[in-house]
């Protein structure tokens, strides 16, 4: 390990990656020197953020899965375990917006698919890698939510709902393993340029917002060895 490659001989696990956020801190912990396994359900983004990982000199391992999926996001962590023995950091971004709308007005379909996205999803890779993360000798999950969970912004109660659910249910988890080496903290990224972002305002400017890659310098630091943050919701300034 060099001071260049804080994370080498590391394995990370990015929940999401196929673009945003998620894709740009995939690339930061290879460039860290992490072995970056990318899962997203759009195999050819994730053969494209492959190719740019190991152009850079990294190493990346795609995984094409549907995490709202039971099967598959099981299946997933057997692979992992399979080929690796633990996981050594988990960066959970995946996320849709569903819809904006009133909330008598969402059908019952849009709701139940951004809670199953957004919460139920994330649970489940908790559920999945607790133990593999537990092997590690230091451990580390970073949970991406949103300034939305506060609530009481109007049209946005699916996606806030999800986010408050997601930040209690971290909060609760990071409870239960304060006497573990396991490091577990929550990152609002705030606004940045990302089709999330386009698609709850389709009117504004992409370039004049912060792109993800100014955010993935922070998940590097929470995925450190070093890091002894916890129980933390960290916020971009």
């Known amino acids: 390990m060099t001071s260049k490659q804080p994370l080498a001989g590391r394995v990370a696990l990015v929940a999401g990656a196929s673009r945003g956020l998620g894709a740009a801190a995939a690339e930061a912990l290879a ?5 970056v396994i990318v899962a997203a359900r759009t195999q050819g983004a994730l053969e494209a953020l492959h190719d740019r990982i190991e152009k850079a000199g990294g190493k990346a391992v795609i995984a094409p899965v549907d995490l709202t999926n039971a099967a598959e996001s099981d299946a997933l962590a057997g692979g992992i375990a399979g080929r690796f023995g633990k ?12 819809t904006l709308s009133p909330i008598s007005h969402v059908s019952p379909e849009t709701f139940d698919r951004v809670i199953q996205t957004n919460l139920s999803a994330q649970w489940r890779l908790i559920r999945n890698f607790e133990a593999m993360l537990r092997r590690s000798d230091a451990g580390r999950a970073i949970v991406v939510t949103s300034g939305a969970a506060a609530g009481g912004l109007a049209y946005w109660a ?33 606004v ?4 999330l972002r386009a698609e709850a305002f389709p009117g504004e400017d992409p370039s004049a917002l912060r792109r993800p890659e100014a955010i993935a310098p922070m998940i590097v630091e929470l995925a450190l060895p070093s890091c002894a943050l916890h129980g933390q919701v960290m916020r971009a300034a």
Do not use: F, H
Not at 158 to 171: C, I, M, R
Not at 192 to 195: C, K, R, Y
């Open 192 to 195: 940045m340029a990302t089709e």
């Open 31 to 35: 460039a860290a020197g992490a072995t």
């Open 87 to 98: 996981l050594d950091i988990l960066v959970q971004t995946a996320a849709i917006l569903g």
């Open 158 to 190: 699916p996606y806030a709902a999800s986010k408050a659910g997601l930040e209690a249910l971290v909060s609760c988890w990071a409870e239960e393993l304060k006497q573990t080496q396991l490091r577990v903290n929550l990152l609002d990224p705030g």
